[in-house]
């Protein structure tokens, strides 16, 4: 079936750490776009990438770092520099980076400083 | 600079009711997407419906109607004759036409249908 994997579903980290979150496609999108919810929140664009070996910080970049080497791949990786990191976060893709095509979300990973 | 607007924050109906969602938007760009997703418990954002800036027809699938009114900005979504499996927290969402789309996501509406 086609669509976005996130993993893992659920993740703990002690402060101080580094972890990788991380998000494949299969439905061959040029764009994918990480997102962070809060409880009771919208979502808040983390970094995007238009194309492979190219991304773009979204508006709460910081503490965050991303990926693109493959077109299907886009790992997020969350610092010790992240202050708060606990929170869902979940990643999108859509078929091209323009406005007019809807993006399609994975099931998402939650993670909490432990 | 984008915005999307969700004023009513939880919303609670009995079975069978219809409910409307509000979506009030700003952007300066006179070509934009709005959207809907519906995230159920398990996390996961559902897409329901796009409309682009130049088509202001009202659209209606199954149970669910958009009403789109450029003149106030606003991107409506109507449930009508809800169902308890309607329960979920529901988002309206903006995109511009440019290269570095960003969808600007409003804050949601967590919609309870009761039994």
């Known amino acids: 079936d086609g669509g976005i994997t996130q993993s893992p579903k659920y993740l703990f980290r002690k402060e101080g750490q580094n972890v990788t979150l991380s998000c494949e496609q299969n439905l061959n999108h040029d764009a994918m776009y990480w997102y962070r919810q809060d409880p009771g929140q919208g979502l808040r664009l983390i970094y995007y990438?238009?194309?492979?070996?190219?991304?773009q910080k979204g508006d709460i970049a910081e503490g965050y770092s991303v990926s693109r080497e493959k077109k299907e791949s886009f790992p997020l990786t969350v610092t010790s520099a992240q202050k708060n990191p606990t929170a869902f976060y979940l990643c999108?893709?859509?078929?091209?980076?323009?406005?007019?095509?809807?993006?399609?979300f994975g099931q998402g990973t939650r993670l909490t400083v432990v | 600079a984008q915005k999307v607007t969700q004023a009513q924050t939880e919303i609670s109906v009995v079975e069978k009711e219809d409910v409307t969602l509000d979506c009030v938007y700003e952007?300066?760009?006179?070509?934009?997407?709005l959207f809907w997703y519906k995230q159920p418990p398990s996390g996961e954002l559902v897409f329901l419906i796009r409309?682009?800036?130049?088509?202001?027809q009202n659209e209606i699938s199954g149970r669910y109607s958009w009403n789109f009114q450029k003149s106030t900005s606003s991107f409506n979504f109507t449930i009508t004759a809800s169902q308890v499996v309607d329960s979920a927290v529901y988002f309206c969402?903006?995109?511009?036409?440019?290269?570095?789309?960003?969808?600007?996501f409003g804050p949601g509406t967590r919609l309870s249908v009761l039994p």
């Open positions: 952007t300066r760009d006179t070509t934009y997407y």
């Open positions: 990438s238009q194309i492979v070996n190219d991304f």
């Open positions: 999108a893709s859509s078929i091209k980076g323009q406005g007019d095509t809807e993006a399609f």
């Open positions: 409309r682009n800036s130049f088509d202001e």
């Open positions: 969402a903006l995109s511009e036409w440019n290269y570095g789309q960003n969808f600007v």
